[in-house]
Every structure is written in C-alpha cells, then in structure tokens.
C-alpha cells in the first residue's frame, strides 16, 4: 500500500528553520519523484521543490535561496529545510510522489500534510 | 512562471446537474495539466492527467478536455461526494503551478 506522511515541529519562531521529513513506504525513492507543495489558509497550492528518482533536485526558483531537499534512501524518507522563516511560510506543507505515464507526469499519491505555523 | 486562471472561484448546483470548471494557462502546456480534488480537510487527490486522462479508480463522470491555453474539467450527474475543492496544475514548465481553486458547494 502507497503511503506517505510528512512529520515535523508545527510551531517555528520567525527567522528559524523549518525540518521536515516525509516518509512513504509501498515504493522505492530510487523509482519515484517526490515533490514538496505547501498550501495556504487560503487554500492557494505552491509547488515547492522535487527531489528526483536518481537524487537530483529541483527548485521553485522563489524559494532557491533558503530551500534544500535530500533524502536518505535506506529510511526511505525525504527531508525538507527552509531557513529564514516568516509568518507568510505558514501553511500545510505536503509531500507527494510522481512518475512519468505514457508522456504525462502523474503526481498520484500525496501525504496527510502537516500544518506548520510562524510565529513567535 | 506559467500562470493557471481557473474559473469560477465558486458554484453551486444541485444533485445530479453537469457542471464544467475551467483553467486558463497563461502559456500553452501541450496538455501537461492535472486536475485534483480536495475535500475539506483531506490532501489533493488526482482525477485527470494530461489533460483527459482518468486516473485509475476515479469515476466517469469525471472528464477533462481541452488543448493549448484552454482546459476544462466537467462533473456530470454531480453526487453529494463530488462537493470539494478542484484545482488544476501544470506540469509543462518548472516550477509547476497550480489554478486557484473552485469551490464546489451543493444546493
């Protein structure tokens, strides 16, 4: 059974960093992408970052500077940093899986979320 | 960035009516679109990819059409589970974007 589920602190204090890790068990990393999206309380979508099937990555070019994504394999679990946080990072951070069908990408599995809030 | 114009904001209908939602991509995306789903609370779930394909397990009264700088996702017969939000999302260019949602409320 496909899962994932992102873990992390819900409560970061202005300029500090945000650690997240998704975990996904029913697959292997080393065949899926697994991509960050992180929603607002107004329900706007934000494609974060991906971290590849080989262990490339990639970045949404408004958060390159303070955005880092790795993994580690053997745990199967994909981890999230963000430094320089401020209340606008406020939201429910995602993580989810995709492949490539045919000539589409598919992103077919998604986490529970965690909701993670800026404040002090 | 490609910028995904979806419409409306929100609708109201009434059990078994067809609806359609539409998403704008402010470039062309050669169908590199999804449509999600997601009800309150819950994560986004996959109904469409590529622009027309049903994703496994989705029933189908789901379709999705479309090509270019125009998409469409319609419901037809709507049930009292397909009240949620639906978002479109491209996946042609870095970074992906995603529409900014319609709410689908039943009367």
């Known amino acids: 059974q496909v899962q994932l589920k992102e873990s992390g602190p819900g409560l970061v204090q202005p300029s500090e960093t945000l650690s997240l890790t998704c975990t996904v068990s029913g697959f292997s990393l080393t065949s899926y992408s697994i991509h960050w999206v992180r929603q607002h309380s107004g329900k706007r979508l934000e494609w974060m970052g991906r971290?590849?099937?080989?262990?490339?990555?990639s970045y949404n070019s408004a958060f390159t500077s303070r955005l880092s994504i790795s993994r580690d394999t053997s745990t199967s679990q994909v981890f999230l940093k963000m430094n320089s946080l401020q209340t606008e990072d406020t939201g429910t951070y995602y993580c989810a899986r995709s492949y490539i069908r045919g000539l589409n990408y598919v992103m077919d599995a998604w986490g529970q979320g965690t909701s993670v809030t800026v404040s002090s | 960035d490609i910028q995904m114009t979806q419409s409306p904001a929100s609708l109201s209908a009434s059990l078994g009516e067809t609806v359609s939602i539409e998403c704008l991509p402010s470039e062309g995306i050669s169908n590199d679109l999804a449509w999600y789903q997601q009800e309150s609370g819950k994560s986004p779930q996959l109904l469409i990819y590529g622009a027309t394909r049903l994703q496994d397990g989705v029933p189908s009264r789901f379709s999705g059409s479309g090509s270019g700088t125009r998409y469409s996702l319609k419901i037809s017969g709507i049930q009292p589970e397909d009240e949620a939000d639906y978002f479109c999302q491209q996946s042609h260019k870095n970074p992906w974007t995603f529409g900014g949602g319609t709410k689908l409320e039943l009367k």
């Open positions: 971290m590849w099937s080989d262990g490339a990555t």
